[in-house]
């Protein structure tokens, strides 16, 4: 689906540039002139398809080879600090070309219409593109493109895959016809927030489908299984070009009345505030890769190991990391394979949620990556550790929250680490660092060295297992895990321990525990259903135990 050369662009935790359908963009665009009829002009129909990539490129406006914008186009788009045809990714450039949409067709520029058209197509589809799902990301850019892990043959992950056989044409026809205009509202502000909305909408009924396109992957994938997958990655096809073809009727409509929408400071904010409202009611169970989890939670009362976990968003936005999901989703799942009773915590719930207590919840895992949390979360989690809970910390960040351990992370230099800040990047410490487990961790995997089997820096994806720090070994602070290379010892994870002989917090770097970089497994059985790797069951195990959960089954 990544086409493009590797792209030198920084990345650290910032948004990354991943494209989400590939050909799939050009059936979308396809479909949507078919679904407007005469609502475009049928002269430049072939352009809208022809020009399905724009936003793909990183090219200033000006430098775009395929069509010159106007000067009065560009002023608007300026206006808004919107300054390549990537931003068009955003909610405030779809509301921006939606306008300039609307100007097109009031002017009746035929070449316009359909630029701008094919811009604002691209974007929609893109939110409902499955490989952003946080399990189909990841088994996109790493295990599949990345790490070549076997895999059931699955029907694919583009909605080019299902578009071009006569059959999916005729999938894709039957479920458009059936799919209603959503009219966007006449007035003109509503339209706008409307527009900007989409992706979120667009986001959660992509995630809904992860699983049921994700199980195509498995090995023993059953006839029912692959039609399901066909008709979830048609119906995400269909979404774009639905909602394309309904903000391009709405632009044409308001250019009929003459109205130009404006996109204001005052409309900006409302944006964030319907965004915010929309992301704080997105039900958890949006996200497939955490529905079944849900059901197999431990029962209220019951004491259990928390999992922090959080909704998706919109394409790459989240708190943690962007792997988190599916990290902390396979933790959830091994423990219970393993039988230890875990329960999800919801971010959001976090301020509010009595039940954070060192009595419900002995352990809490966190896979923090940047831990972009407001004060209000970080103000429970310091608090459930006050009062003597303990936290397994997958970093990432770790904000001060882990006493001793915090005290004694230092950030490492980039070039001792094995994960790169940059994107598409590669390191050298990532194919000559060995990592050996100490105490503990050596009950649990031995005393040999470790490599990683597949390369963490794949060339594209955002889901990277970064972390930037190295531990210093101090009174109070066992080593569990370090890292030599070209003669070096670097300690990289550990515990701070209580006077119990308990570890109050254990710390380890998101690289020791995302799955199959350190286990020699080759394939993943059943890839709607993730679990941690035969390493990671038996560090999370260990962990587990360290920090005074009884004795968990590794197997
Ligand atoms: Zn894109």
């Given at each position: 689906m990544h086409t493009k050369a590797v792209l030198f662009l920084l990345a650290c935790f910032c948004p990354l540039p991943v494209f989400a359908w590939g050909p799939g963009h050009d059936d979308v665009n396809k479909l949507a002139v078919e679904l407007l009829g005469d609502a475009l002009p049928a002269a430049v129909t072939a352009n809208v398809v022809k020009w399905a990539h724009t936003p793909d490129d990183f090219a200033p406006w000006e430098k775009l080879k395929q069509f010159r914008v106007s000067a009065d186009d560009l002023r608007l788009l300026k206006a808004h600090k919107l300054d390549t045809a990537y931003s068009s990714h955003s909610a405030k450039g779809q509301a921006v070309e939606f306008?300039?949409?609307?100007?097109?067709?009031?002017?009746?520029?035929?070449?316009?219409?359909?630029?701008?058209?094919?811009?604002?197509?691209?974007?929609?589809?893109?939110?409902?593109?499955?490989?952003?799902?946080?399990?189909?990301?990841?088994?996109?850019?790493?295990?599949?493109?990345?790490?070549?892990?076997?895999?059931?043959?699955?029907?694919?992950?583009?909605?080019?895959?299902?578009?071009?056989?006569?059959?999916?044409?005729?999938?894709?026809?039957?479920?458009?016809?059936?799919?209603?205009?959503?009219?966007?509202?006449?007035?003109?502000?509503?339209?706008?927030?409307?527009?900007?909305?989409?992706?979120?909408?667009?986001?959660?009924?992509?995630?809904?489908?992860?699983?049921?396109?994700?199980?195509?992957?498995?090995?023993?994938?059953?006839?029912?299984?692959?039609?399901?997958?066909?008709?979830?990655?048609?119906?995400?096809?269909?979404?774009?070009?639905?909602?394309?073809?309904?903000?391009?009727?709405?632009?044409?409509?308001?250019?009929?009345?003459?109205?130009?929408?404006?996109?204001?400071?005052?409309?900006?904010?409302?944006?964030?505030?319907?965004?915010?409202?929309?992301?704080?009611?997105?039900?958890?169970?949006?996200?497939?890769?955490?529905?079944?989890?849900?059901?197999?939670?431990?029962?209220?009362?019951?004491?259990?190991?928390?999992?922090?976990?959080?909704?998706?968003?919109?394409?790459?936005?989240?708190?943690?990391?962007?792997?988190?999901?599916?990290?902390?989703?396979?933790?959830?799942?091994?423990?219970?394979?393993?039988?230890?009773?875990?329960?999800?915590?919801?971010?959001?719930?976090?301020?509010?949620?009595?039940?954070?207590?060192?009595?419900?919840i002995s352990v809490l895992v966190v896979c923090a990556g940047p831990f972009k949390v407001g004060k209000a979360a970080k103000d429970a989690l310091a608090a459930y550790s006050a009062a003597g809970g303990r936290f397994l910390w997958i970093g990432g960040e770790h904000a001060g929250l882990l006493g001793k351990l915090s005290e004694n992370l230092l950030a490492a230099a980039p070039a001792e680490l094995p994960i790169a800040s940059q994107y598409g990047q590669d390191t050298r410490v990532a194919h000559q660092a060995q990592f050996y487990f100490l105490h503990e961790f050596q009950e649990a995997l031995g005393s040999q060295p470790y490599r990683f089997v597949h390369n963490p820096n794949t060339k594209a994806g955002w889901q990277t297992p970064r972390c930037g720090y190295r531990l210093r070994p101090a009174e109070g602070v066992a080593v569990l895990a370090e890292m030599r290379v070209a003669g070096e010892v670097v300690p990289l994870a550990g515990a701070c321990m209580g006077r119990d002989g308990k570890a109050r917090a254990v710390f380890l770097p998101e690289y020791l525990l995302a799955p199959y970089l350190l286990s020699d497994e080759d394939g993943i059985a059943n890839l709607s259903r993730p679990s941690l790797d035969k390493v990671g069951r038996r560090i999370l195990s260990a962990s587990l135990t360290l920090l005074g959960q009884a004795a968990v089954p590794s197997k």
């Amino acid at each position: 689906m990544h086409t493009k050369a590797v792209l030198f662009l920084l990345a650290c935790f910032c948004p990354l540039p991943v494209f989400a359908w590939g050909p799939g963009h050009d059936d979308v665009n396809k479909l949507a002139v078919e679904l407007l009829g005469d609502a475009l002009p049928a002269a430049v129909t072939a352009n809208v398809v022809k020009w399905a990539h724009t936003p793909d490129d990183f090219a200033p406006w000006e430098k775009l080879k395929q069509f010159r914008v106007s000067a009065d186009d560009l002023r608007l788009l300026k206006a808004h600090k919107l300054d390549t045809a990537y931003s068009s990714h955003s909610a405030k450039g779809q509301a921006v070309e939606f306008i300039l949409l609307v100007k097109a067709f009031k002017d009746n520029d035929p070449q316009r219409i359909a630029f701008w058209s094919a811009c604002l197509l691209h974007p929609l589809a893109d939110e409902a593109a499955c490989n952003h799902d946080p399990l189909l990301h990841y088994a996109t850019y790493a295990f599949k493109a990345g790490y070549h892990l076997k895999m059931g043959v699955g029907v694919g992950m583009d909605f080019a895959d299902v578009a071009r056989s006569p059959a999916g044409q005729e999938l894709v026809r039957r479920l458009a016809v059936a799919e209603p205009p959503r009219f966007l509202p006449g007035d003109p502000d509503e339209a706008l927030l409307a527009v900007m909305m989409s992706g979120l909408e667009s986001n959660s009924y992509m995630t809904r489908r992860g699983t049921t396109i994700a199980a195509s992957f498995a090995l023993d994938a059953t006839p029912q299984q692959m039609a399901a997958t066909r008709t979830a990655l048609v119906e995400l096809g269909v979404r774009g070009a639905t909602r394309g073809r309904d903000v391009i009727v709405a632009a044409r409509d308001f250019a009929r009345q003459g109205t130009i929408p404006a996109l204001t400071p005052r409309l900006e904010a409302a944006f964030q505030r319907r965004k915010a409202a929309y992301v704080a009611a997105r039900p958890l169970a949006d996200d497939a890769l955490y529905a079944d989890l849900l059901q197999a939670q431990a029962p209220a009362g019951q004491p259990a190991v928390g999992v922090l976990v959080e909704p998706s968003i919109n394409m790459n936005e989240a708190c943690f990391s962007f792997g988190a999901k599916l990290l902390t989703a396979a933790a959830a799942r091994s423990m219970q394979l393993a039988g230890v009773p875990f329960r999800l915590i919801d971010l959001r719930s976090l301020d509010k949620n009595a039940a954070l207590t060192p009595q419900s919840i002995s352990v809490l895992v966190v896979c923090a990556g940047p831990f972009k949390v407001g004060k209000a979360a970080k103000d429970a989690l310091a608090a459930y550790s006050a009062a003597g809970g303990r936290f397994l910390w997958i970093g990432g960040e770790h904000a001060g929250l882990l006493g001793k351990l915090s005290e004694n992370l230092l950030a490492a230099a980039p070039a001792e680490l094995p994960i790169a800040s940059q994107y598409g990047q590669d390191t050298r410490v990532a194919h000559q660092a060995q990592f050996y487990f100490l105490h503990e961790f050596q009950e649990a995997l031995g005393s040999q060295p470790y490599r990683f089997v597949h390369n963490p820096n794949t060339k594209a994806g955002w889901q990277t297992p970064r972390c930037g720090y190295r531990l210093r070994p101090a009174e109070g602070v066992a080593v569990l895990a370090e890292m030599r290379v070209a003669g070096e010892v670097v300690p990289l994870a550990g515990a701070c321990m209580g006077r119990d002989g308990k570890a109050r917090a254990v710390f380890l770097p998101e690289y020791l525990l995302a799955p199959y970089l350190l286990s020699d497994e080759d394939g993943i059985a059943n890839l709607s259903r993730p679990s941690l790797d035969k390493v990671g069951r038996r560090i999370l195990s260990a962990s587990l135990t360290l920090l005074g959960q009884a004795a968990v089954p590794s197997k």
